[in-house]
Every structure is written in structure tokens, then in C-alpha cells.
């Protein structure tokens, strides 16, 4: 395939890719594969995760907003609908399992590199284009999605004992796949005949959220709070 006809997002794919490696192989990740992860660092990561997707859903109101089209802003809207009403329940309902309450969770306070990453994206979204919206959300879905169908794969004979076999069902799921499928789709078309001065700035953009990615795993697993 010649370079000029790759869509944009190889190239984010394949200029990302190490990143995500290091993210997959990180022992947090590595830990909830093989179900070795400690209690306390995932319980650690329900709370600091709750209070992520209050911030990412907010992410769907301005797509709402920033759309060209009704169509586009439909599907926002669904998102939007969808996150708000029935992900974040189902946060809240497997949260319980693991004896933490609603209080808890929307009590906890965003330790420092969840405050930052959700903060880069929200300042990118109200004051970008659509494109720059997407751009910086889309390393979450899509690296959520990858990482739960390789780990469903690469420990399929320890699923039915692990602790943590729903939270790769869930994010191995074709239902889950589609949100990041659809923005793939759409950064795509929106990305079609961009000058590079454009689309390096979203690269960048994917980028740096991607590396949140991995300094979220981190923060999770080390339990970095605020020191002071």
C-alpha cells in the first residue's frame, strides 16, 4: 500500500504503537490479564476511573456541540445517552461487587494525572476543532478496546478463575469496539485532504493522550495521590 493512501489513522496507529506496547505490558495491565493484580490497586482505579468518565462524558456534549452535521450530532448525543445513563451504572454495579459504594465513588478526588489528562482533553475539546476533539479522546476507546481483546486472548485459559474476567469481557466486546470503530471512521473522513500542518497537530494531540494512557496505568498501580 503506497503511504499517501493510508488513512490517517495508521499512521496514528503505527506513530502511537510503541506507547501502547509499553502500556500493555505494563504490570497493572499485565495484572488484571492473569488476575495477579492486588485488590487495593484495582479498587484504587474503580474510584480514580469513576471520576475519569464523569470528564470523558462531557466530552460527548461538546462533540454535540462542534458537529457540522445532524447525523453526527446524533450519534454524540447517543453516546452522551449511553455513558451517562448505562456505562457509569454499570461502573457503579462493579464497583459494588467490590464493596464500594456510589458515595465512594463520586467522593473520590482526580489524584494528579487524572486530573491533568482529563483536563488536556476538555481544554482541547472546548477550544479545538471537532477533529482536535476527536483526536484526543479517541487513544482511550481504542486503546481499551485493543488491550481487552489481547488480554482475552493471551490469557484465555485463566479467564473463568480470574477476578478480573469481567473488566476484559467488557472491554473485548464487539459492543464496546463500536464506540472506538465509529470514531476511527469519522476522524477518517473529517482528516480527508487536511493539510499536514492540520494533522500533525492532531497527531500530536493523540499522542500526548496516549501517553496519559500509560501515566494512568502507572498512577494506579503506584496509587499516586496528592502528597500534600
Not at 481504542?142 to 480470574?162: C, F, M, P, S
Amino acid at each position: 500500500m503506497e503511504v499517501d493512501k493510508l488513512l490517517f489513522t495508521d499512521r496514528l496507529y503505527e506513530s502511537s504503537k510503541e506507547i501502547w506496547e509499553k502500556s500493555y505490558q505494563h504490570p497493572f495491565v499485565q495484572g488484571i490479564g492473569n488476575g495477579t493484580l492486588d485488590e487495593d490497586k484495582f479498587l484504587y482505579y474503580m474510584k480514580q476511573d469513576y471520576v475519569y468518565l464523569i470528564d470523558y462524558v462531557k466530552l460527548f456534549a461538546i462533540g454535540v456541540q462542534k458537529s457540522h452535521n445532524l447525523e453526527t450530532m446524533e450519534q454524540f448525543a447517543h453516546l452522551l445517552h449511553e455513558h451517562l445513563h448505562f456505562e457509569m451504572e454499570l461502573h457503579r454495579q462493579y464497583a459494588a461487587e467490590f464493596g464500594i459504594t456510589r458515595k465512594e465513588l463520586e467522593q473520590t478526588e482526580p489524584a494528579p494525572v487524572n486530573l491533568a489528562y482529563t483536563r488536556y482533553m476538555l481544554n482541547v475539546a472546548q477550544n479545538g476543532t471537532l477533529t482536535e476533539l476527536i483526536a484526543a479522546l479517541l487513544p482511550c476507546a481504542w486503546h481499551y478496546a485493543e488491550t481487552g481483546k489481547r488480554l482475552k486472548e493471551q490469557y484465555k485459559d485463566r479467564l473463568e478463575h480470574n477476578p478480573y474476567k469481567k473488566w476484559i469481557e467488557t472491554y473485548s466486546s464487539e459492543q464496546f469496539g463500536t464506540l472506538g470503530e465509529w470514531l476511527i471512521d469519522l476522524l477518517n473522513e473529517l482528516t480527508h485532504g487536511k493539510p499536514e500542518r492540520e494533522l500533525a497537530i492532531l497527531e500530536k494531540h493523540f499522542l500526548i493522550t496516549s501517553k496519559y494512557e500509560y501515566l494512568f496505568w502507572e498512577m494506579n498501580y503506584h496509587k499516586q495521590d496528592w502528597e500534600i
